[in-house]
């Protein structure tokens, strides 16, 4: 004999299931709205970052100690990572070259691999995990412990004074990061270069650079530039807009590592297929 449901169980089952159903689409809903909520911030907050760049009173000094600062974190870093580079690439190419018989075009190949791609890309990748911790955890630091709130009420204008010297310091040094990163790249790979072998530096010098065009400069540095300038911006807009509570800093540091990171693998993306079209 079947069962008889009764039709006050069928009727709260119903009500339940849709209720059940509605939450999960006014859920889905907040989280679309968030995002957009999320990127219109985030493009408030360039159009502010933009138009105090241009603005009559720039913080010169501002600039220039976080540009000191910047340099001065990441030296030691950017040193010992161009140098790994430089090694790992011509240690790595040398038993494949020396097969196809073309190990004069070892330092030629490295040269360009070191300027074109890898030094770019992994110096920015490094200063996003420097740079951008560090600039996330200070704002959001500042944030935390009202400072920033406090020069909002005294009519001081804190992406001015705090935001913009940031960003331009990070625009204008990662590029001469890049720079010193591929310079001591290829002294690494002269170092490996005469592991296993007797090359000349200035012959070694000649052949490295024998192949090397100042078009292929221009990419490298225009693209590092980019980075700079989304490393800065991520590092201030998570530090800026972090919550208000202790763990809240930590959050905006990790964020701002990670986001920046991605942004440096895709604007090196876009990069590279604008290049190839134009090159």
Do not use: H
């Not at 004074?161 to 690494?188: E, H, K, N, Q, S």
């Not at 225009?222 to 919550?243: D, E, H, P, T």
């Amino acid at each position: 004999m079947k069962k008889i449901i009764p039709i006050d169980k069928i009727k709260k089952y119903a009500i339940n299931k849709s209720i059940e159903v509605s939450n999960k689409s006014i859920e889905s809903t907040s989280k679309f709205s968030r995002i957009l909520i999320d990127l219109a911030n985030v493009f408030l907050f360039i159009i502010r970052v933009f138009k105090n760049t241009f603005s009559k009173e720039f913080e010169f000094k501002e600039f220039i100690k976080q540009c000191f600062q910047i340099g001065n974190k990441s030296f030691t870093l950017i040193s010992i990572t161009g140098i790994i580079m430089g090694l790992v690439l011509t240690i790595q190419s040398r038993p494949i070259l020396v097969k196809f018989g073309a190990l004069n075009l070892l330092p030629n190949m490295v040269a360009i691999s070191l300027i074109r791609e890898m030094g770019p890309v992994i110096t920015a990748l490094i200063c996003a995990g420097k740079i951008g911790s560090s600039m996330g955890a200070e704002l959001g630091s500042m944030r935390v412990t009202e400072q920033i709130d406090a020069l909002e009420v005294s009519s001081a204008n804190p992406i001015k004074f705090l935001i913009v010297p940031r960003v331009l310091a990070a625009t204008l040094m990662i590029p001469i990061l890049c720079i010193y990163a591929d310079a001591l790249g290829i002294l690494g790979s002269w170092v490996g270069a005469n592991i296993k072998g007797d090359l000349n530096f200035v012959l070694f010098i000649s052949q490295a650079f024998g192949k090397v065009d100042f078009i292929d400069f221009i990419p490298a540095v225009i693209k590092s530039f980019f980075f700079g300038a989304v490393i800065g911006l991520v590092g201030c807009y998570k530090g800026f807009n972090a919550g208000r509570g202790t763990e809240s800093v930590g959050i905006a540091a990790n964020t701002a590592v990670v986001t920046a990171s991605f942004l440096v693998i895709l604007v090196d993306l876009i990069a590279v297929q604008i290049t190839d079209l134009l090159l």
